[in-house]
């Protein structure tokens, strides 16, 4: 989780400086989901949207990749073509999203289909409404594929509430249709008990109740978060601050690297 | 102060929408500035979930029970979903069915905004029957697009481009004799003036003629243009291949036996880095591509009329 935040921070302010040539989709606040999933899912194949830089380091991507990504070089994950929304890292394997919402959930589900591998696709929950995704659960469920189909709920397409968008629950039909489903906070205890009982009956779907500090795109915020699951833990965890303080050296080395040869 | 084609575009939605039962249609209407400030607060608006298929079909519905609405395409990349319903079913309803289904798509496009929201998709459209497309770039060219949707019954495809919204002036054609023409699509159009004097400096002289009605491709002013110079070339802000500016450029030179070129966007996917971009002709690529039509043509023709001056520079 510490790894995210750091490195979003300074992902936001490179965003500020104008030394990324694209916007920047930030997850600033929603770290426990990947940050916990992926502790129980290591060798899966991960497909992500937009807001795919805390997937990538969660799953172990390479962080230098991803930033020389957002700064446009030649070097980044996808030689700075892609930008901020098309983070990958092959390694893992971690596949770009292109930027048609929602389509890497039936890119994910088809990947796992032909490869038999067990496969991780992350989304947002407007994602979740698109045509094309829901299909995509229904076809998991008709051919018992290997998915953990993880829906990173922020109750927000862009600025839009889902209950301006929508009177049902994407988890509800994802259930009918026969995926064992969860509906859950971000508390990274519950998704890890959670995430444990599904990965035993995929395919799978969980809801994930998270709280994006920023704006959609760019660095914006609009007043305090409702809430910090970073921050809530920094008190429970032991050693958090000396296990932070780490990271947050190491994030800004990272950047620094870089930047200095700009 | 002088309204700009985003205020131009709110006016007439606001009425559409207050007086006329009209509906209008899209993601995150009300998010974020209202769709670049295009769109009114104001009754009729449904605001739809991100399923991007199934939507198109629904405001198609909305179409055939006569409310002529309006959709909102944030970017025209979606159009790829959104299409279906309105290829399928809307362009053919007329033809096939003899029913109308007369819905005004607002599909908007923006400059090197990455792999997937830089798109300008009009000459896809062109090539399906059954719509009416234009690429309107000012306020008054928007207002006479509008008026042409609502005294006709079948869809329309209009390709919006973002970096018109503050714009508001309008565009003025010339028909002098000149050497060139050129031929300006979407927001190609906003470099045609500078690509004009960057041609001058070298004695080159140019005709410009503003395009915003697509299909049908509204022909007279070129002519015009064309009538009085050597050669032409039809600049769009899409891809070159297959797209608007070919097939504009192939129907002027049909008609006028004159050598029309078309340039557009290279046949290769636009990334985010600026050394992966792939964006609307500069005024620089107009002038150079309209310098390597005149070298061929003096290579290959007599080229008498051709300001004389600069033609004994190409040679050199
Ligand atoms: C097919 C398509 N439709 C619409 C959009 C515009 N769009 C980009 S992100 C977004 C909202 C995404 O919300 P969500 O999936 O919940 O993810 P979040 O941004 O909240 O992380 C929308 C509507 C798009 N990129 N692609
Ligand atoms: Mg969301």
């Known amino acids: 989780m510490c790894l995210i935040r750091h490195f979003e921070l300074h992902a936001a302010q490179a965003y500020e400086q104008k030394l990324t040539p694209g916007t920047v989709y930030l997850a600033v606040g929603q770290e426990a989901s990947s940050a916990t999933v992926s502790m129980l899912t290591p060798g899966y194949a991960v497909f992500t949207q937009h807001r795919g830089h805390s997937a990538l380091l969660a799953h172990g991507g390479d962080p230098a990749a991803l930033r020389d990504e957002l700064l446009g070089l030649e070097s980044g994950c996808c030689g700075g073509r892609g930008g901020s929304a098309c983070a990958q890292d092959i390694a893992i394997p971690m596949y770009a999203h292109h930027g048609q919402l929602g389509e890497s959930i039936a890119i994910a589900t088809g990947y796992a289909l032909a490869s038999k591998k067990p496969t991780l696709a992350y989304f947002g929950d407007a994602a979740a409404e698109e045509d094309y995704a829901l299909s995509s659960f229904g076809f998991a469920a008709t051919h018992k594929l290997p998915v953990l189909y993880v829906c990173e709920d922020n109750n927000l397409s862009i600025l839009t509430p889902i209950e301006d968008r929508r009177n049902w629950n994407v988890y509800e039909v994802a259930d009918s249709m026969g995926l064992a489903t969860a509906n859950i906070d971000d508390d990274p205890v519950l998704i890890h008990d959670t995430v444990t009982r599904l990965l035993k009956s995929l395919p799978a779907f969980i809801n994930i109740r998270t709280c994006r500090h920023l704006w959609h795109t760019g660095v914006g915020r609009d007043g305090p978060p409702e809430w910090d699951r970073l921050d809530e833990y920094r008190s429970k965890v032991p050693d958090a601050e000396a296990i932070e303080n780490r990271v947050k050296e190491s994030v800004e080395a990272l950047w620094q690297e870089q930047l200095q040869r700009q | ?316």
Request: charged share 20%; glycine share 8%.
């Open chain 2, 1 to 316: 102060m002088a309204r700009t084609v985003a205020e131009t575009i709110k006016e007439i939605t606001r009425r559409h929408l207050e007086e006329n039962g009209g509906l209008l249609f899209g993601q995150c209407i009300r998010a974020v500035g209202w769709v670049n400030n295009s769109v009114p607060d104001c009754k009729n608006i449904v605001e739809f979930p991100a399923s991007d298929v199934g939507n198109m079909g629904i405001a198609c519905g909305a179409a055939v029970a006569g409310v002529r609405p309006i959709i909102v395409i944030r970017f025209q990349d979606f159009m790829w979903l959104n299409s279906s319903a309105l290829v399928n079913y809307a362009a053919k309803s007329k033809e096939i069915f003899g029913t109308t289904t007369p819905i005004f798509v607002r599909a908007l496009a923006m400059a090197n905004a990455g792999c997937t929201h830089s798109g300008v998709l009009h000459g896809v459209f062109m090539h399906m029957p059954g719509f009416r497309i234009c690429s309107p770039m000012s306020p008054c060219e928007y207002e006479e697009i509008w008026d042409d949707f609502m005294s006709h019954d079948v869809p329309m495809f209009v390709s919006e481009h973002r970096g018109s919204f503050l714009h508001t002036e309008e565009y003025v054609n010339t028909c002098q004799p000149a050497d060139v023409t050129l031929v300006g699509i979407s927001a190609a159009r906003f470099n045609l003036a500078e690509a004009v004097e960057i041609l001058a400096e070298e004695g080159i002289t140019c005709n410009v003629a503003h395009c915003y009605w697509l299909k049908p491709f509204k022909t007279d002013h070129v002519l015009k243009a064309l009538a009085n110079t050597r050669m032409g070339l039809v600049v769009d802000a899409g891809f070159e291949i297959c797209g608007a500016a070919q097939s504009l450029a192939y129907n002027l030179m049909w008609q006028t036996g004159k050598p029309v070129k078309a340039l557009g966007l290279e046949d290769r996917s636009s990334g985010v880095s600026p050394a992966s971009r792939n964006s609307t002709p500069s005024a620089e690529r107009i002038a150079e591509t309209v310098r390597q039509a005149f070298l061929e043509k003096a290579e290959n023709q007599d080229c008498v009329g051709i300001s004389d001056a600069r033609m004994s520079g190409a040679g050199t």
